[in-house]
């Protein structure tokens, strides 16, 4: 990776937590949503009622699929950003990973971590951009 991508990767990260959440909010509103969409409110057997509300239905069973498509639509854009991250730290050694991971995930410090693995703060940061420059983006 070079500077600019190793940055951005490090931006993105910072969202880590907040994408994986995100995606499992998103998941269950479209499994709410689907689950209204598809389930039978009822018959009216009032034939004037009946076209009422079969129109009615219709306006209402429309917006519900405009906002199931949008829920869709933002839960693949989310679910493609994850997954760029999630790629870039499997190419990394587990030693490398597990450092992105407590920062990002666990959100432990850099002075943290550098405690845990028993190095210095510095040599922390010069390990992590080390293991950023090792990533080949395909």
Partial sequence: MNKKQIELFKEEMKYYIWLK????????????LF?????VKGISYDKERVMQNSQKLNEQQLDMIEKYND?????KIYEDRLNFLDNV???????DRKMFLLKYEDGL??????NQYYVS??????????????????
């Fill in 21 to 32: 959440d995100t995606i499992k909010r998103l998941k269950n509103k479209i499994d709410d």
């Fill in 35 to 39: 689950y209204e969409m598809t389930r």
């Fill in 71 to 75: 829920l869709i639509m933002t839960l």
């Fill in 89 to 95: 730290l499997n190419t990394m050694s587990l030693y």
């Fill in 109 to 114: 410090t850099f002075q943290q971590i550098a």
């Fill in 121 to 138: 703060k510095a040599g922390l940061f010069y390990r992590m951009n080390k293991a950023l420059e090792g990533v080949e983006i395909w």
